[in-house]
């Protein structure tokens, strides 16, 4: 039951982050300067994050949700060492803050890993491998 609250928890996360990047996209701009078409890419991975956390929550798309967020968190990871790496250009976020992202991205991938398992099982309803009761 844990493990259900907190996937919907998470989806409502990654949408309101999504919905973020098209409120307030400036501070992702930054954050992808070295990228041809900055604005073009926050905003693909501002659909991709509402998209991927509404998919969370639907139990037929949860488990290629989830397989999608921890490809997301892959593809965003040079955004985040570019952000240590280029550290001066945002001087209210404390470095130590800035390491510690990266490690964070292996923690949120872990989190999405979570719910890459057989769906089904995890929603109750029956699989092959589960008898009849």
Do not use: C, D
Request: aromatic content about 12%; proline content about 8%; hydrophobic content about 55%.
């Amino acid at each position: 039951m844990l493990k259900k609250i907190f996937l919907y928890v998470m989806g409502v996360v990654y949408v309101a982050a999504g919905i973020i990047h098209f409120v307030k996209p400036e501070p992702y701009l930054k954050m992808v300067e070295f990228l041809p078409y900055p604005l073009a890419l926050v905003y693909i991975s501002g659909i991709a994050e509402i998209l991927l956390g509404i998919g969370l929550m639907i139990p037929a798309t949860t488990r290629y949700a989830a397989f999608g967020i921890i490809l997301l968190l892959l593809a965003i990871t040079p955004a985040h060492i570019y952000m240590l790496m280029a550290h001066e250009k945002w001087p209210e976020i404390p470095v130590v803050l800035l390491w510690l992202r990266l490690p964070l991205q292996l923690v949120l991938i872990y989190l999405a890993n979570l719910y890459t398992k057989t769906s089904q099982a995890f929603y109750g309803e029956r699989t092959k491998e589960q008898p009849i009761k």
